[in-house]
């Protein structure tokens, strides 16, 4: 905001996301869904695409969708000074038990939209339920992006090294512990991790964004990148510039 008072007329409009934000969010959206579709199309031999379509929309899907998590949203968040936002930190431990609280015993829903409005920037953006979906789904990514490498191919070459060998090497020592090969176990996980991604989405809309009280988030997110914090029931200003 760059020290520029954002309320009018008893509105406080603030940049909740940026450009890039959005448009990685949209991505994400779309090139999960081919994701899903064409795997379980592959996976349980689904009659909607031939094969070969669905393996080719399926690895474009892949590159696209690794693209946009472990390079587009980390430089998003450092770029922006969010990178703090994403940490789960003691505060957000007070927060989630105040959600749990608020689901079994009515008592008032924790502010977790924090703002400083004389840095004119966020301290915290995140629902605390959010925080620890994007941890366990960045733990199903590299497990998906390890296994997928496999199953791709297992003579994966970056740089003159063979990625693919090191990593089914890796789950040959593992894999006997639980009667499988390695690329058996590669193939398992793999699924694994898209039934997570699926369980995660449903847990992220169902949960978490059809509440009434992220309407502002939501907005937001998909409309206006902006939202009125004088509206939003989860949020807090701290740092008033009026205390002066």
Do not use: C
Request: proline share 4%; no cysteine; net charge positive.
């Amino acid at each position: 905001m760059g020290g520029k008072d954002p309320k009018t007329d008893g509105r406080m409009i603030v940049t909740r996301h940026t450009t890039l934000e959005r448009l990685s969010h949209y991505a994400n959206i779309i090139f999960l869904a081919f994701l899903a579709m064409t795997g379980f199309t592959m996976y349980l031999g689904l009659p909607y695409l031939q094969y070969q379509d669905a393996y080719r929309i399926h690895i474009i899907s892949a590159a696209a969708f690794l693209a946009i998590n472990w390079i587009v949203t980390p430089y998003a968040a450092i770029a922006n000074g969010r990178i703090v936002e994403y940490w789960f930190w003691l505060s957000d431990v007070r927060r989630l038990l105040g959600v749990l609280s608020n689901f079994f015993t009515g008592t008032e829903y924790p502010r977790y939209t924090i703002y400083d409005e004389r840095r004119g920037k966020f301290r915290n953006r995140l629902h605390p339920i959010t925080k620890l979906l994007i941890y366990l789904n960045y733990t199903a990514l590299l497990v998906s992006t390890l296994t997928g490498v496999v199953i791709y191919s297992t003579m994966l070459t970056i740089l003159g090294v063979n990625i693919s060998s090191i990593v089914l090497r890796v789950f040959d020592f593992v894999s006997p512990t639980i009667n499988m090969s390695g690329f058996g176990m590669a193939r398992l996980l793999h699924l694994v991790a898209a039934y997570w991604f699926v369980i995660g989405t449903v847990i992220h809309i169902g949960v978490v964004q059809l509440d009434p009280k992220k309407f502002e988030h939501i907005k937001s997110m998909f409309f206006t990148g902006k939202e009125d914090l004088m509206v939003d029931p989860t949020a807090e200003i701290v740092n008033p510039i009026n205390d002066d």
